[in-house]
């Protein structure tokens, strides 16, 4: 059973920046991928953006050039540096985990608003 915890949520205004980090624990085995989704309000969760342990990225068009993913396989860590944010980006944002079972954490919420 693998646990994730994100942090780094809060509110932040329109062009600011925040950085999320996710921790793993409870893995026998390395993590493969891991990544980040978001969703608002009334809406699906979508993926924002992925990493491969051997450090190969993927990102939604909506936040390529504003988000960078990155990782610390020893530290079975992931993390999510947001610039210029906007307020469509508020959302609850998820760190999963990609394997022979999917794991989720319980989210953290990022509010853009002045």
Do not use: H
């Not at 809060?10 to 921790?23: F, H, K, N, T």
């Not at 608002?40 to 993927?58: C, E, F, M, W």
């Not at 947001?82 to 394997?99: H, I, Q, R």
């Amino acid at each position: 059973q693998v646990q994730l915890v994100e942090s780094g949520g809060g509110l932040v205004q329109p062009g600011g920046s925040l950085r999320l980090s996710c921790a793993a624990s409870g893995s026998r085995f390395s993590i493969d991928t891991m990544g980040w989704y978001r969703q608002a309000p009334g809406k699906q969760r979508d993926l924002v953006a992925l990493i491969t342990r051997s450090g190969t990225t993927n990102y939604a068009d909506s936040v390529k050039g504003r988000f960078t993913i990155s990782r610390d396989n020893a530290r079975n860590m992931v993390y999510l540096q947001m610039n210029s944010l906007k307020p469509e980006d508020t959302a609850v944002y998820y760190c999963k985990t990609w394997g022979a079972v999917d794991y989720w954490g319980q989210g953290t919420q990022v509010t853009v608003s002045s």
